[in-house]
């Protein structure tokens, strides 16, 4: 499966705009979300092939977000990659633990968000 559309979580609007940037500038069809609740909606609503999600957010935080999605039978073969300021090993392990295939740490740089895409492409 190769991706082609991808959902960004973030509910900094900055953050949401910078990886929006990113990804939709390297070609792929981008969806948006700002709350884990939405967040599942746009899951379930335009599957798409990949999600970036962060992890401190309001309503669900982003582990809960991801189990949530590599739990359902629609959703357990969409891959997960967290993008969070959250620098710890404990939270990293935890995010592999809920279903992330990978962790980015905040500041990113475009080629960390893309290699990821890229590497989803040869996994999924």
């Not at 899951?43 to 092939?49: F, G, H, L, M």
């Amino acid at each position: 499966m190769s991706i082609r559309k991808v959902l960004i979580v973030d509910d900094s609007a900055t953050d949401l705009k910078k990886l929006e940037q990113i990804v939709a500038g390297a070609g792929y069809s981008v969806i948006t979300a700002m709350s884990g609740k939405e967040a599942l909606e746009r899951v379930k609503a335009d599957q798409p092939d990949a999600v970036l999600l962060d992890i401190i957010m309001a309503d669900l935080n982003g582990f809960q977000v991801c189990r949530a999605i590599t739990s359902d039978t629609a959703g357990k073969k969409t891959p997960v990659v967290i993008v969070s300021s959250k620098r710890e090993k404990i939270d990293q392990v935890w995010g592999v633990e809920q279903g992330a295939v990978a962790y980015v740490t905040k500041p990113f740089t475009p080629e960390q968000i893309l290699s990821q895409l890229l590497l989803e492409n040869h996994r999924v």
